[in-house]
């Protein structure tokens, strides 16, 4: 991972180092995920679907290629920042909002090209 994506005035961009957090945890199972949707309704962040390119990965405990430990993991980097971050806001500011009947804070996060 490159930790070096800074703002101008040299911090971390958070959101920016979050998203690569989470891409290179879910890709340790699934190296081809390029998105995923996050959840923050509920009060504690979630990653809900994982993408390869178009398709939506298999979620399903029994049947999909995750496990309960990598998507805790990816979880818990995003409890943590939300933690940290000064406003959820200023965290999602630049990821896609993606309109939910039954979430209205839903997020797409992009995730870098692999090998990036």
């Known amino acids: 991972m490159r930790h070096e994506i800074e703002t101008r005035d040299g911090q971390p961009d958070l959101a920016a180092v979050t998203v690569e957090k989470v891409a290179a945890t879910l890709r340790t199972l699934v190296p081809e995920a390029s998105s995923a949707l996050v959840d923050f309704a509920s009060g504690l962040a979630r990653v809900t679907d994982v993408f390869a390119g178009d398709a939506a990965v298999d979620m399903a405990d029994d049947t999909g290629p995750f496990d309960t430990e990598t998507l805790g993991d990816a979880d818990e980097i995003l409890r943590k920042v939300v933690d940290v971050a000064d406003c959820l ?7 896609e909002h993606v309109p939910h009947e039954r979430t209205p804070q839903l997020y797409r996060i992009a995730f870098p090209a692999a090998g990036q």
């Open 89 to 95: 806001n200023d965290l999602v500011k630049g990821w």
